[in-house]
């Protein structure tokens, strides 16, 4: 069993800052790429930040360049968001590409919520 657990989200007002984290616990042999995902009210899970295992480049959202970044280490996930927008509210979800030893799967946090306003 793989455990991810998001938090972070809350309520902040517009131009602020706030970090989520993600935890991937559990029986894991290896952790590839990891990625926080948005799903605003009404909006279908799009990809916000992703970021490969080691090496490589993390990828960004059009939406999210220059205000957001991406890190990780070991199997800890963050996303650093500023200058946050109204239109940044959603619920992020953290994603995992995990190895356990047997299988290949991608899982899942049950996310966090992120609500911008004043």
């Known amino acids: 069993q793989v455990a991810v657990v998001e938090s972070g989200g809350g309520l902040v007002q517009p131009r602020g800052s706030r970090r989520l984290s993600c935890e991937v616990s559990g029986r894991i042999f290896r952790i590839y790429n990891m990625g926080w995902y948005r799903q605003a009210p009404g909006k279908q899970r799009e990809l916000v930040a992703s970021i490969p295992n080691s090496g490589g480049s993390a990828t960004y959202a059009d939406s999210v360049k220059g205000r957001f970044t991406i890190s990780r280490e070991n199997n800890i996930l963050n996303l650093q968001m500023n200058s946050l927008k109204p239109e940044d509210t959603a619920v992020y979800y953290c994603?995992?590409?995990?190895?356990?030893?047997?299988?290949?799967?991608?899982?899942w946090g049950q996310g966090t919520e992120v609500f911008v306003s004043s």
């Open positions: 994603s995992a590409y995990v190895f356990d030893g047997t299988v290949y799967r991608t899982s």
